[in-house]
């Protein structure tokens, strides 16, 4: 970094450069503007002159006045002449670079020239010159080499100047130097810094001897006062080890007190601790309550119930956490002087983050503390939805021994319809013997019968009642199938089968067979652990969910879309490795304030006595508890909504081959 002396210095070398450099430009702008306003001007007309003279004394020869043109042509300031005739005719031309002037008069240029008219006997010659303006070479390096020599000789005497101005400046610093130096190496009685020794004392200097003198008092000051201060700091020292003898028998007693206390104040905190961590690690709400149902404490359950930090739910009243339990407390046990333990079962609580179906139990406290009762609250909620799951269940199980008594009395008349359809199409036959002897002894032609039969659609409706046996006999097969109660072990299915099963039995609704419903396979074989009723249950409970969707938003779909029908799509694929069901429709979807309810029990946008809530959330649970799977809501490509069910890969790798071929 530079000091200050070297940035004046630099400074002023920097400012005289600049100087020298304006003035050398000035005289070179001088020098270009005389010779393009005054020598060039001059020099063409005094060359003119000379031509005109030796013009009027006699009549020169061309080889003459070419020399005098390329005489006058080496001057710095001419660049082209030419000389013309009375004709216009040049006869005579020089120039330095490139020629500019042309052979006639009336074909050169008279922008950059100057024209003379010069008198003769013969006629008016005139004489053209092109002058260059610029400076010259020689002048402009002489002028460099000048100016260059200047600052040279300008930095020169600068830096003598600031080698004579530093020795004037640093002469009475180094005399005070001298003067500090000479005083610290004197005996303790400081003596003052003085100009006593300096010829010519600089009168800026003297405030500053004025601070060092002082700041040297200032400084025997200090050191007397130090010295004071240590003299009184030892003598605390000695007072200091006198007392703490004394204090070292009386701490030591202390020591052996606080470590029994400490230890016993430990054990407390464990205690404490232990029996915290148990309230806390409990699932259920607990509140220490008074004699007037404040709470006292509470665990780390019933605050994260609440969505408010535990510490801030003391000293609050139970009714203002809970008021639903206002109520109730009146009936329940509240009274500090009764033993009995009161409880409540199946109490809804709306006050905590999530609403639950809780039992409330009351246990009084013996003892003089403040506390005098706790309050427990479990949360029922899972049990209940089991226990709902568990009568869907035994429902479920109801309707499918029905299905199975009515499928098995279905099965009889519907066989003995297509046996007897059977036994009629072949009394029918021409090519039997038996029919023949029959139909000749009735007088009665087999070929004829067989043309009245097909002309009347007598053959086509025996066969669209065969087809509608068949058909029938398919559905009684696979509601067989559905509610057979021995099915309890997964098997490795394809869910393309199995699908396809569940909308023959789908099927049987009226509703659904006005509904299209379009399944697209996989290419592949789509396997997966499954059981095949629990999947085919879950099946027709989302065909009928979005039938009725479908149904009931059917005039509002077609008012916005006049061509709207009804679409139902079914398909099938492999997601990252699992096996995949998409079932989505084109119907007005689920809004994002149903999104968050769509699988919980009882939760149902239909009329009271239309729908019990428990269609979506029995398909959940048999789909993440029964199949470890996932279902999950999402956005139909057909604008509706859509169910994607995935299954985890088959554990059975040898079964999956052997179901795929």
């Known amino acids: 970094m ?47 002159g000379l031509l005109q003279i030796q013009f009027t004394h006699n009549e020169p020869e061309q080889a003459e006045l070419q020399a005098a043109l390329e005489i ?18 040049r006869v005579s031309h020089c120039y330095r670079d490139t020629p500019n002037l042309r052979a006639t008069q009336s074909d050169t240029p008279d922008e950059k020239a100057n024209q003379y008219s010069l008198h003769s006997n013969e006629g008016d010659f005139s004489l053209w010159i092109i002058s260059d303006l610029s400076l010259a070479e020689f002048f402009v390096l002489d002028t460099l080499t000048t100016t260059l020599f200047v600052m040279s000789i300008s930095a020169l005497l600068i830096f003598m100047l600031y080698l004579v101005t530093r020795h004037w400046q640093k002469r009475p610093y180094q005399i ?3 003067s500090i130096r000479a005083t610290n190496r004197s005996n303790r009685d400081r003596e003052h810094v003085s ?50 003898s004394e204090t070292r028998q009386i701490n030591e007693h202390l020591a052996q007190e606080i470590a029994i206390r400490r230890g016993v104040e430990n054990q407390l905190n464990n205690t404490q601790h232990l029996l915290d961590d148990i309230i806390n690690a409990m699932p259920s709400a607990l509140f220490t309550l008074d004699e007037n149902l404040h709470i006292l404490q509470c665990n780390q359950q019933a605050g994260e119930w609440l969505n408010t930090p535990r510490e801030q739910l003391c000293g609050r009243h139970l009714t203002q956490v ?29 006050s905590f983050s999530q609403p639950i179906i809780a039992d409330l139990i009351m246990y009084p406290l013996s003892g003089q503390q403040q506390a005098r009762q706790v309050l427990r609250i479990d949360d029922e909620s899972q049990r209940q939805q089991l226990e709902e799951v568990m009568v869907q269940s035994e429902k479920m199980t109801t309707v499918a021994g029905l299905a199975t008594g009515i499928a098995h009395e279905i099965n009889n008349p519907l066989g003995a319809i297509l046996q007897n359809l059977q036994n009629v199409r072949r009394r029918l036959m021409d090519n039997l013997p038996a029919n023949q002897r029959c139909a000749e002894d009735n007088g009665i032609s087999l070929p004829d019968l067989q043309q009245y ?4 659609g007598i ?30 072990q997964k098997q490795c299915l394809d869910l393309n089968r199995l699908i396809n099963d569940a909308l023959v039995i789908a099927q049987g609704d009226s509703h659904l067979r006005n509904t299209r419903t379009e399944f697209i396979p996989a290419s592949e074989s789509v396997m997966a652990d499954v059981l095949a009723s629990e999947i085919e249950q879950v099946l027709i409970n989302l065909l009928q969910n979005a039938e009725q969707a479908l149904h009931s938003s059917l005039q509002e779909m077609q008012q916005q879309q006049p061509d709207w029908q009804p679409h139902i799509r079914i398909s099938t694929r492999h997601l990252h490795g699992q096996a995949c069901i998409l079932v989505e429709d084109n119907g007005p979807g689920i809004s994002e304030q149903l999104l968050n309810h769509i699988f919980e029990p009882f939760y149902t946008t239909k009329e009271i006595g239309q729908g019990t809530g428990l269609g979506l959330f ?44």
């Not at 050398?24 to 003119?48: C, H, I, K, M, N």
């Not at 006058?72 to 005719?89: D, K, R, T």
């Not at 039969?453 to 009347?456: P, S």
Request: hydrophobic share 40%; with cysteine.
């Open 72 to 89: 006058f042509c080496n001057h710095y300031q001419v660049m082209e002449a030419a000389l013309y005739n009375p004709n216009g005719q």
């Open 459 to 488: 053959a086509q409706f025996m066969t669209n009642i065969q087809q509608a046996g068949e058909r029938a006999a398919e559905i009684v097969a696979n509601m067989l199938q559905f509610s057979r109660p021995d099915q309890h």
């Open 618 to 661: 029995v398909s959940y649970f048999i789909i993440t508890s029964h199949h470890q799977g996932q279902i999950r809501y999402q956005t139909s490509q057909l604008g509706g909504a859509a169910f994607e069910i995935t299954f985890p890969p088959p554990s059975n790798v040898s079964g999956l081959h052997n179901q795929g071929q």
């Open 195 to 244: 100009y006593g020794s300096i010829t010519s004392p600089d009168p800026d200097f003297r405030p500053l001897t004025q601070e060092l003198n002082d700041l040297l008092w200032q400084h025997e000051q200090r050191t007397l006062n130090l010295r004071n201060a240590h003299q009184q700091a030892e003598k605390a020292r000695q007072r200091a080890i006198r007392l703490s």
């Open 2 to 48: 530079l000091l200050t002396r070297q940035k004046t210095m630099l400074a002023t070398v920097v400012v005289c450069s600049l100087i020298i450099c304006i003035s050398t430009l000035a005289y070179v702008f001088a020098a270009d503007r005389v010779g393009r306003e005054y020598l060039a001007p001059l020099v063409s007309d005094s060359f003119a």
């Open 176 to 178: 005070l130097l001298n």
């Open 322 to 350: 809970l008021p639903e339990l206002e109520a109730l407390l009146t009936d329940m046990c509240v009274n500090q002087q009764s033993p009995a333990v009161c409880s409540r079962e199946r109490v809804q609580i709306h």
């Open 453 to 456: 039969l097909e002309q009347r």
